[in-house]
């Protein structure tokens, strides 16, 4: 399944109303905050990697390569930035900022600290993770309607029963499921994609 990786800068001081962990949002609340964000003085990007991609590399590498360029494609709020992202294994050193709890290293050209929690802590994190979540989430609805026996609209790509049951039934297909990803290594019904 896709890689969505989301980057969010905005003015030191100023916060949208209502923007935390897109995971405590319904979606018609993240889609409202989604349109505040792209309204306001924020910026914020999107990178997507399709599975393919994601074979070719691992999915640390590919989500560390989705991160640089989500970071690279947006307009940092001070001349000199700190990238805080919510995540784990991207950065290999431990941070020495304990109210942060996590590693540090750059992204890019920026230095950069994993959060433990990230998107609940942090303004900008849930920024970026309504952005990237919203947009994954269309995605996936459009992929319903050419998939609809896979149930897209409802999981999202997510690895819920129903969607592993819509896997044994009808197989994974090579331009929506990652053949890396171990639940997928040894199914043997593969589909090539809008196969009947």
Same mark, same amino acid.
């Given at each position: 399944?896709? $890689? %969505?990786?989301?980057?969010?800068?905005?003015?030191?001081? $100023?916060?949208?109303?209502?923007?935390? !962990?897109?995971?405590?949002? &319904?979606?018609? @609340?993240?889609?409202?905050?989604?349109?505040?964000?792209?309204?306001?003085?924020?910026?914020?990007? $999107?990178?997507?990697?399709?599975?393919?991609?994601?074979?070719?590399?691992?999915?640390?590498?590919?989500?560390?390569?989705?991160?640089?360029? &989500?970071? @690279?494609?947006?307009?940092?709020?001070? #001349?000199? #930035?700190?990238?805080?992202? !919510?995540?784990? @294994?991207?950065?290999?050193?431990?941070?020495?900022? +304990?109210?942060?709890?996590?590693?540090?290293?750059?992204?890019?050209?920026?230095?950069?600290?994993?959060?433990? =929690?990230?998107?609940?802590?942090?303004?900008?994190? +849930?920024?970026?993770?309504?952005?990237?979540?919203?947009?994954? *989430?269309?995605?996936?609805?459009?992929?319903?309607? %050419?998939?609809?026996?896979?149930?897209?609209?409802?999981?999202? +790509?997510?690895?819920?029963? =129903?969607?592993?049951?819509?896997?044994?039934?009808?197989?994974?297909?090579?331009?929506?499921?990652?053949?890396?990803?171990?639940?997928?290594?040894?199914?043997?019904?593969?589909? *090539?994609?809008?196969?009947?």
């Amino acid at each position: 399944d896709l $890689v %969505a990786t989301g980057a969010f800068s905005i003015r030191i001081g $100023v916060l949208i109303e209502g923007v935390k !962990d897109s995971k405590l949002l &319904s979606e018609k @609340s993240r889609v409202k905050l989604l349109r505040e964000i792209i309204a306001s003085e924020a910026t914020a990007s $999107v990178d997507m990697l399709q599975p393919p991609e994601i074979d070719s590399l691992d999915i640390l590498t590919a989500t560390r390569q989705s991160m640089q360029t &989500s970071v @690279s494609l947006v307009t940092p709020s001070t #001349p000199t #930035p700190l990238i805080i992202f !919510d995540g784990r @294994s991207i950065l290999r050193k431990p941070t020495p900022d +304990a109210s942060i709890r996590g590693a540090h290293g750059t992204l890019g050209r920026f230095p950069a600290v994993e959060a433990d =929690k990230g998107d609940l802590r942090f303004h900008d994190v +849930a920024g970026a993770s309504i952005v990237a979540k919203t947009i994954r *989430d269309g995605i996936m609805a459009t992929i319903h309607e %050419a998939y609809p026996e896979y149930g897209f609209d409802e999981h999202k +790509a997510y690895g819920t029963k =129903k969607h592993q049951d819509a896997l044994a039934k009808h197989g994974p297909v090579r331009t929506i499921h990652r053949s890396s990803f171990s639940p997928m290594k040894a199914m043997t019904n593969w589909r *090539d994609a809008l196969e009947t």
